[in-house]
């Protein structure tokens, strides 16, 4: 029975013999069992209890992709065509979510939007999205319709069960913490999670910001009830050599009262309707934080604010890097 076998594997984990877990599933992973296989996977992705070893676990998945494991196969797509384990290969990607897509109604859904996106063969769209002047100082772009109403609802679907209460990013240790500036839900979509459609969305917040899509981080959706709010703050982290150069927001849905983005320095106020950016760039020339980029995302007074954040850096980071 598989989910002996991984319960045993957990106990030997709990029982700090991680060397006996591995080897257990291993062997069931050399005899055909995809769970067993998954888990591993799983383990080297996370970092935890086996160090992390992106290629490796992305071997397992390939191996339980073949023997039928859907979860294990979307995962594949998201770390081909990301580039997580090699080269990043669009085309590859697809053809992977095209097999996937005839059993499984998960990816046939991401197919069916990927297809309805005109994009190149690596993935980037064939048109620029097309921004209008909003500010000079701070510099403030506004993209109409940046994202289609389903790829709206495709990004909150897929946030909907990664919600944690928001953090920030604590300067000192690096490490994501709670604060009282930020009293959103927040689900940042990791690297294993970037599915065709996250993806190539990520790559049209690279081309209309003109920057590598390598340096955003994982596009964050952030969920404000009635009261909660973004107080001001920078998206620039105090002390960070490879700085949050961009921001863009994604306003994911309408039908919401309040929650208007605000500079609060000069008072510039922008809410967006459901699909439109808002690109805004955080640094001076010189390299320091913009003053003038201070914003605040002001308390939602009624209904529920979905909204995509994808905070760019001047230079790509390792996502599998902490
Ligand atoms: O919710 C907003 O309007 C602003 C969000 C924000 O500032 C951020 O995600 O960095
Ligand atoms: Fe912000």
């Known amino acids: 029975m598989t989910d002996t076998l991984i319960e045993q594997a957990d106990r030997l984990v709990a029982a700090g013999r991680v060397g006996d877990a591995a080897a257990l599933l291993h062997a069931a992973g050399d005899s055909g069992d995809v769970d067993a296989l998954f888990r591993l996977a799983a383990w080297q992705l996370i970092g935890d209890p086996l160090p992390r070893n992106v290629p490796a676990a992305y071997a397992l998945l390939s191996r339980a992709r073949m023997i039928g494991h859907v979860d294990a196969a979307l995962m594949e797509i998201a770390l081909t065509a990301n580039g997580s384990a090699g080269p990043d290969d669009w085309t590859r990607a697809l053809s992977l979510l095209t097999g996937a897509a005839g059993a499984d109604p998960v990816a046939a859904e991401q197919l069916r939007l990927v297809r309805a996106m ?12 097309a921004p209008r002047p909003v500010s000079e100082q701070p510099h403030v772009r506004h993209f109409p319709a940046l994202l289609t109403a389903d790829e709206c609802v495709h990004l909150a679907r897929t946030a909907d069960p990664l919600f944690e209460p928001a953090s920030v990013l604590d300067p000192a240790s690096g490490r994501r ?6 009293n959103a839900d927040e689900a940042a979509i990791g690297p294993a999670r970037e599915d065709l459609v996250v993806r190539a969305i990520n790559l049209r917040i690279a081309a209309a910001s003109g920057t ?3 340096a955003g981080e994982p596009l964050t959706i952030l969920r404000y009830g009635p009261g909660q709010q973004y107080r001001p703050h ?17 306003w994911l849905n309408d039908g919401y009262a309040g929650g208007e983005t605000r500079f609060s320095p000069s008072g510039l ?12 760039r955080n640094l001076l020339p010189d390299g ?10 002001l308390p939602v007074t009624a209904g529920h604010k979905w909204m995509a954040t994808r ?11 902490s």
């Open 212 to 214: 590598d899509v390598a």
């Open 118 to 129: 005109r994009l190149t063969t690596d993935g980037k769209p064939v048109t620029q999205p």
């Open 311 to 321: 905070w760019i850096r001047q230079a790509p980071l390792d996502l599998w890097a």
């Open 177 to 182: 913490v709670r604060h009282p500036v930020r």
């Open 288 to 297: 320091r934080p913009d003053p003038a980029a201070q914003h605040a995302g």
């Open 269 to 280: 106020t922008v809410k967006g309707r459901r699909g439109d950016g808002l690109l805004f």
């Open 234 to 250: 920078h998206d620039a982290i105090a002390g960070v050599a490879n700085q949050r150069a961009w921001t863009m927001l994604v």
